[in-house]
């Protein structure tokens, strides 16, 4: 077993052990009883300064163009949340689910666009084959798993929606703005797997 791996293992058993910190939601989902099942996975990478991979979605897309993304997506009948996220993963980034290593799911979240996304954390090799898919993913990037699960670099922002404010986590890296629902789930993961401290 690998020391990333062991060590994800590690914090991730002693982080789900202890009750729910104060976790990210959204606001939006006031009055929402009925949710759609969605999985994203967190695949991180295995190496000396390990990262998770990151998508853009195309501009063309009709839900969420143009945003930065965890690869997931809606769960088809009779699958759970793990076999989900490895389904939309090789569908989006060609990622072998055979190659991916699970270390559990994490906090639901429930999005404001009618969605409940469970997080898959797994790991995979540092060196895996990406191959996009054109019609989902618009480019791919790795951002550094120590700066998007450091809370000193999840910022507070707002923004108005239909007349109300609404807060939510941007996280910055080399020009990228990660936000929204996942900014929210790397919030909330940083707070169960408080990796680094």
Known sequence: MSSLLEALRRHYRAGHAKPAPPLWGDPRTEGVTAFK??????????KNEP???????????????GQI???????????DAIQAALREAEEELGIDPAQVRVIGTSDVFHSGS?????????????????TPNPAEVA?????????????ANHAVR???????????????WQGHMI???????LS??????EWGR
């Open 37 to 46: 099942p969605a999985s994203v996975l967190i695949a991180i990478t295995e």
């Open 139 to 151: 480019s791919w990037f790795e951002v550094p798993l120590a700066h998007v699960l450091n809370p």
């Open 51 to 65: 990262g998770v991979l990151l998508i853009h979605r195309p501009d063309t897309m009709r839900a969420h163009p």
């Open 158 to 172: 707002e923004l108005e929606r239909n007349g109300k404010i609404i807060p939510f986590i941007e996280i910055l």
């Open 114 to 130: 009618g969605y409940e996304i469970t997080p898959v954390i797994a790991v995979v090799p540092g060196d895996i084959a990406i």
């Open 179 to 185: 936000w929204g629902v996942t900014g929210a789930i």
């Open 69 to 79: 993304a965890l690869p997931g997506g809606r769960r088809d009948p009779g699958e």
């Open 188 to 193: 909330n993961l940083s707070k169960r797997l």
